[in-house]
């Protein structure tokens, strides 16, 4: 029972931002059904092929039924079912559920409490709206991409974090609760629109109002939180990992040095720019000289903002992490546990992505259509597996 329990979400399958925006509404307790096409595209990926969907972590706590939703029965079905949920989720170009007949005009004449929420890289509109673009490509023009990386070399793809999922799925959900919680205010269904390059744009708020007051270079690698201050920065070990290191504040940089055995009155003041590289040349030297669980070590209880750089395989075995619960495992894969948490509705992940078709008819079940009411859908074109 999370925080969104009761509440319906109809999600039309696409990739990237709007399944993990769906995900995070899943796992806070909405009641998912995704609208999976009958057959996988070939643009879906690898990992959407049939009988690997476990491993589809953003695809998890939901339950599936299949539409052709070019064919106009397909469409009729989609319907009835729009009219139950509470939010419809949609990834598709601008103008494509509109010409399937679904379109937010549509679904909210029949659904006036509707939230419908509308995931794209350049928004509904403007001159790009129609364009074919990733993750990559909409950091870019958000001016985001432009700060990471090292001096002198191409800006470096930051994964597809600040695009597809902090600045696309996350923002979405948060649109949609918002959207929930006026609607539970007595105002009326409205349409969510989530762009990736507004998104992005947003995570780098503090950018601009750093570059408006004359403290940010637009050069990489030159600033305090990109890599250009040498006690912000990850280091290489003598076993060739890394470790990370960031006190900003005096107190916690005086701390850092004693743990590395510097000498602060040997070496140029924190924030003298002009001594970076000589503190950059000191700072590698030191790492070199141990493992990185040695530092960890001699960091032990240190409050000097510091941390090792873990990959991805061992970051739930961080003995923080076991403590907490920060990663659980679904069906046999290992994956991130529900965040942000709620002490008194804790969110719980359900299942693991569902097959096409897969518990869909408990899950209309669940949604008050009667054994007659799916017959209808069925014939309509809507798919469910016979256990479902």
Request: glycine content about 14%; charged content about 20%; proline content about 7%.
């Amino acid at each position: 029972m999370g925080v969104l329990s009761g509440i319906r979400v109809l999600e039309f399958e696409a990739i990237g931002p709007g399944p993990f925006g769906a995900m995070l509404l899943a796992d806070m307790g909405a009641d998912v059904i995704r609208v999976d096409r009958p057959e996988a595209p070939a643009d879906l990926g690898p990992k959407k092929a049939e009988g690997a969907r476990r491993i589809d972590i953003t695809g998890r706590g939901r339950r599936s039924v299949t539409l052709d939703l070019k064919q106009p029965e397909a469409q009729r079905a989609a319907l009835a079912l729009i009219e139950r949920a509470d939010v419809v989720l949609e990834g598709f170009r601008p103008g494509t559920m509109e010409r399937l007949g679904l379109g937010p005009d549509v679904a909210l004449a029949r659904n006036p409490k509707l939230v419908y929420g509308r995931m794209t890289g350049w928004g509904q509109t403007g001159p790009l709206a129609d364009r074919a673009g990733h993750d990559l490509n909409y950091v870019a023009l958000s001016g985001v991409l432009s700060g990471i990386g090292r001096a002198g070399e191409a800006p470096v793809p930051p994964l597809n974090l600040v695009g597809d999922y902090g600045g696309g799925g996350m923002l979405l959900a948060l649109g949609v609760v918002a959207a929930l919680l006026n609607v539970q205010r007595g105002g009326k269904g409205q349409v969510v629109d989530a762009a990736m390059t507004e998104g992005a744009a947003q995570l780098g708020a503090v950018f601009w109002g750093m570059l408006a007051s004359g403290t940010w270079k637009e050069a990489r690698q030159s600033n305090v939180l990109d890599g250009g201050a040498p006690w912000y920065d990850s280091y290489r070990t003598r076993d060739g990992k890394y470790f990370s290191i960031g006190p900003v504040e005096q107190r916690f940089y005086a701390e850092l040095l004693q743990r590395l055995g510097l000498d602060a009155s040997e070496l140029p003041a924190q924030y003298d720019r002009s001594g970076w590289p000589v503190l950059r040349q000191r700072f590698e030297a030191v790492f070199q000289s141990r493992t990185r669980d040695e530092w960890c070590a001699a960091f032990e209880g240190s409050d000097a903002c510091v941390a090792p750089v873990l990959e991805f395989s061992e970051a739930p075995q961080h003995p923080h992490h076991r403590a907490r619960g920060s990663f659980i495992e679904v069906d046999g894969v290992v994956q991130p546990a529900p965040a942000p948490r709620f002490l008194g509705t804790p969110s719980e992940v359900m299942r693991s992505a569902p097959e096409r078709g897969q518990h869909g008819a408990a899950a209309l079940r669940d949604w008050g259509f009667d054994g007659d009411g799916i017959g209808q859908l069925q014939a309509m074109g809507l798919g469910v597996l016979p256990a479902g």
